[in-house]
């Protein structure tokens, strides 16, 4: 085949699918957003940026991406070198770990509330403990850094799977013989990591991050269980738009704000770990 | 290679799939109320196995309820038969969407009830199906703690502070509990109780002086609230687990306290404020969309739904209770018998005021809500001044009444046009 | 002198070195399970136990939350249906979305950027807005509360994930290795299927797990496109938060299972053959 066509070729049935289930619904609500019934407009843009609580959303949103997403790079790194190691019982190693993987966001917001309850497993854990008299009420708006540090928790907890699987596939690929020569040359575990793995892993770092962090300015449910009406997301606030307010030109307009953010985020993070065309040896 | 099996079973699954289209004769009933697990299931079995031709029920999140409900609509054909909603989803739809059901000949016992059901047209947009209200309830346990003198079944807004700030004090944490999370129907409680008891309206005095007594008063009350109240959205499971003692909440999110553990806890009438002992019920009915595909279907389920014995299974499975005249068994659950105590006391009290709920909002009964939301957020949890908030609040309120120009409704006196923020 | 010390030493450090490892293997999975410990503790507690203060730290085994579900109409049927629009997702997204994971590694062609914009467009618009028209678009053409018509719409949601963790695989892998299967008398397509994608088998998996997992865990789209084809998240998973706290945990955990069973299955395929030779 023809060097130059073969690749439209190979990306036609993903362009065409998603033309017509992804592209032609997202520019009829895309539309929706420009419009409050008669003609271009920016109106639903200044009304959901002018209500009181937007920037509050917007800050809470990025502080969350902020906080959550280099912990679960790292943590992700970290699994994915250990579980690459190991010997013996790597494969229920790694099971266990993308275990969390398969927990919706609604059931891993329900587990955490558990946990996290006045009457809930910790305050449970720290009574029988005896570190506490009574049950300590811990999700309150007087104490929002607790409130903070549960949803970044259970984000964690829930969200670092997807970033783990990519790295291990990805790490896979790294031919051994790299890490057997610089053995040999004497370089410490840390020098291997820094000089072989993150060089050669970039391509899959960088699918792992941008993926990431679309998803974490996509946030809600485990928000919604934990933060209560405490911590206002973007993206509770688009459903709020849609379903509650029935303003779906709004809701579309801060779909559309979100997405900005997320193209932003995404080319920075493109730019920085750019992949060149087909790995040389 | 198991890999490659394994896609092809998977494969052949597609296949089988395809041939499993079988078109069923059920009606489709598709619901806002009833949601949780049990309930549902209870519909199902309970209510509606006697309807002959069979029918589907299915209870769906808002979200998805609309956006297929209006799929359908847009779409000029459909599978849904028969909506169950509350009174506000009906009147943000438009009219034209649902089918006229004044010639249905069943209807509510209840005249405001049908009134509010024609959502200002002159025919029955809905049928209204079954009503329920918010009250009160609290551990047995905190009774000891209420004020002296105070009757349990004629309490007043100070009364409350007083026992809320007893109980505080005796359990060394805040006890009352106040459904405030994303889920919570916080804003009934400001509509319905608190504005209607302090100034005996809720959009004219919606910036008075009276109204800044009475978040005054919610602040008060607030202090002695389990802050953790902004992640409760169903006060029942605060009372099983005493995270709370005395909380407000709809009578169908209580009930399972009740069910449960029937001997520990009591249901009462909400307070009472200077100007009268404010409460508003909770309607939900059900509709035809124009879409439907058997409407002959649709129609006798609807009033399969008004039947007497219907009813009282309605009442079984999901704590609402009828909106036609019947007797009411022996055999209720505890919850159902609690709360309709309460409700009785309530509607009976010699200083009821009872609201309506709002009509002629159409589609702008969230931002209705969310000017409330927003006050109760600002004032008590942010800390705002009051009166500042409330002239801020007022603008946004006074926009929504003239955009949809909705007349007052109870306990607002009436207006001619647009009920007016005073 | 120095000599002894690093010969003491060395034996020490390394037997320190593998002491913190393991136990940091063993934290992090108590950090994965003990969460899912707490679900299950609920699970099998009584209805009193779930909202009991403290809570026990040993399951009492009541069953009654999840006989509830056991005796729940038609569990059986949406559990099949969520299996079925799961695979179709899975074999529909790999079989799109790889080959234009290998064209994004592999050519330069113009208008790529754009194509990679228009794959993280997908993600990053949220779909229960987009589920209005698309419900529009399924009622007019029939696809509508078909198992098939929200297989469709959880590829496009799968998509992305496929294309990119394939790209990114290709990527690693060195072209040259596919340059000598060409001079080795290897089609390019030949090189493809014996040289490339045995190694590329850990993306694959990935992103079936990926695809498996989005269209299992997916609530929205399936509420709204399937009436009487009902997956079992849809049937369950959106009642679950209005439901009473034991049925809640009861539920969510029928849910967590056969996600599990499914990773349990495929986990193997994660690794790569070439990089981790010798098993």
Request: with cysteine; glycine share 8%; charged share 15%.
């Amino acid at each position: 085949m023809n060097a130059r066509l073969l690749p439209y070729v190979l990306i036609l049935p993903v362009t065409l699918f998603l033309c017509l289930f992804f592209l032609y619904p997202f520019v009829l609500v895309a539309k929706q957003a420009f419009s409050t019934g008669s003609g271009f407009t920016l109106d639903n843009f200044s009304e959901v940026t002018s209500y009181w609580k937007f920037p509050i959303t917007m800050r809470n949103t990025l502080l969350l991406a902020a906080a959550v997403v280099p912990i679960q790079l790292a943590l992700a790194l970290l699994m994915a070198t250990m579980v690459n190691r190991m010997q013996r019982g790597r494969d229920l190693v790694l099971y266990v770990w993308t275990i969390p993987l398969g927990i919706s966001d609604l059931a891993a917001g329900i587990i955490w509330l558990a946990i996290f309850d006045q009457s809930g497993f910790l305050n449970s854990m720290m009574s029988g403990l005896g570190l506490i008299e009574k049950p300590v009420n811990l999700l309150t708006f007087q104490n929002p850094g607790i409130v903070f540090l549960a949803i970044m928790l259970a984000e964690i907890w829930r969200a670092t799977a997807i970033m783990l699987v990519i790295l291990v596939a990805g790490i896979g690929l790294i031919p051994k013989e790299y890490y057997e020569a610089a053995e040999v040359f004497g370089a410490s575990k840390w020098k291997q990591f820094l000089r072989i793995t993150l060089p050669l892993l970039r391509p899959s770092l960088q699918t792992a991050l941008v993926l990431r962090v679309i998803l974490a300015f996509e946030i809600f449910a485990v928000v919604a269980a934990l933060g209560g009406t405490l911590f206002p997301v973007l993206m509770g606030e688009t459903y709020a738009y849609q379903f509650d307010l029935l303003n779906s030109g709004a809701a579309a307009a801060m779909a559309l704000i979100i997405l900005a953010i997320s193209i932003g985020f995404t080319l920075i993070i493109l730019r920085i770990l750019r992949v060149p065309k087909g790995a040389t040896i | 290679m198991t890999l490659y099996s394994k896609m092809l079973g998977a494969a052949s699954g597609i296949a089988m799939a395809c041939t499993a289209f079988a078109a069923q004769a059920e009606t489709l009933f598709w619901s806002t109320q009833a949601k949780p697990v049990e309930e549902a299931q209870a519909m199902r079995e309970q209510v509606l196995s006697g309807f002959a031709d069979g029918v589907d029920y299915q209870p769906n999140d808002g979200g998805p309820w609309l956006t297929r409900l209006q799929a359908e609509l847009q779409a000029g054909s459909g599978t849904i038969g028969v909506l169950g909603a509350l009174h506000g989803d009906f009147s943000a739809m438009k009219p034209d969407d649902l089918v006229d059901l004044s010639d249905m000949g069943v209807m509510s016992a209840s005249g405001t009830f049908n009134d509010l059901a024609k959502l200002g047209t002159d025919s029955m947009q809905y049928i209204p199906w079954m009503q329920a209200s918010y009250i009160m309830a609290a551990n047995k346990d905190a009774l000891q703690y209420l004020p002296d003198g105070a009757d349990i079944n004629a309490l007043t807004y100070d009364q409350l502070i007083a026992w809320a700030a007893n109980a505080h004090e005796a359990a060394d944490e805040p006890k009352f509990g106040f459904p405030a999370g994303p889920k919570g129907l916080k804003h009934r409680f400001f509509q319905g109780y608190l504005y209607p008891s302090y100034t005996n309206g809720v959009v004219r005095t919606f910036a008075s002086d009276a109204a800044v007594t009475a978040w005054e008063k919610m602040r008060e009350l607030w202090a002695h609230t389990n802050p953790a109240s902004t992640n409760f959205s169903f006060m029942q499971e605060q009372l099983l687990s005493g995270d709370a003692w005395i909380v407000f909440d709809h009578t169908s999110r209580l009930a399972q306290a009740f069910n449960e553990r029937p001997d520990d806890f009591v249901a009462f009438p909400a307070p009472a404020g200077p100007t009268g002992r404010g409460f508003m019920p909770v309607l939900a009915g059900v509709a035809i969309p124009k879409t439907a595909p058997d409407m002959d279907a649709a129609k006798a389920l609807v009033e399969y739904m008004l039947k007497p014995e219907t009813q009282i299974a309605t009442l079984k499975a999901t704590n609402f209770f009828p909106v036609v005249d019947v007797a009411l068994p022996d055999d209720l659950p505890a919850s159902v018998k609690a709360a309709g105590d309460a409700v009785a006391k309530m509607s009976a009290s010699a200083d009821a005021n009872p609201g309506l709920l709002p009509a002629g909002l159409g589609d702008k009964g969230g931002d209705f809500n969310r000017v409330f939301v927003d006050s109760f957020e600002r004032i008590v949890l942010a800390g705002q001044d009051i009166r500042t908030v409330l002239d801020d609040q007022k603008g946004t309120l006074a926009a929504i009444m003239n955009e949809t120009g909705a007349p007052c409704w109870a306990p607002d006196a009436p207006s001619e046009g647009a009920c007016p923020v005073e | 002198m120095t000599v002894v010390t690093t010969d003491v030493a060395a034996p020490d450090t390394r037997k320190a070195g593998r002491f913190v490892y393991i136990s940091a293997v063993a934290l992090l999975c108590a950090w994965v399970l003990v969460p899912i410990y707490f679900l299950l503790i609920n699970t099998l507690s009584s209805p009193e136990t779930v909202n009991s203060f403290p809570k026990p730290f040993i399951p009492e085994f009541d069953l009654g939350s999840l006989q509830f579900f056991a005796g729940f109409a038609g569990m059986l049927t949406a559990l099949k249906n969520s299996v079925l629009v799961a695979g179709m997702t899975m074999i529909m997204s790999i079989l799109i979305g790889a080959p234009a994971g290998y064209a994004l590694s592999r050519f330069d062609f113009r208008g790529k950027e754009l194509f990679r914009l228009l794959i993280l467009l997908t993600r990053a618009f949220p779909l229960p807005l987009l589920a209005l028209p698309l419900a529009v678009m399924f009622i007019q053409t029939g696809l509508d509360d078909t198992v098939f018509g929200l297989a469709l719409v959880h590829t496009t949601l799968a998509i992305p994930f496929s294309v990119l963790i394939t790209f990114s695989l290709f990527s690693g892998i060195p072209i040259e290795l596919e340059e000598a299967a060409w001079t080795l008398g290897c089609t390019r397509l030949t090189a493809f299927t014996k040289v490339v994608l045995p190694l590329i088998l850990p993306g694959i998996t990935a992103s079936a797990i990926f695809a498996f997992v989005i269209s299992w865990n997916e609530v929205f789209a399936a509420a709204v496109l399937t009436i009487e084809n009902r997956t079992l998240t849809a049937f369950l998973l959106q009642n679950l938060d209005t439901s009473p706290l034991h049925l809640k945990f009861a539920g969510g955990f029928i849910l967590v299972v056969p996600a599990l069973i499914f990773i349990f299955a495929v986990r193997k395929y994660l690794f790569a053959m070439w990089g981790i030779a010798n098993r």
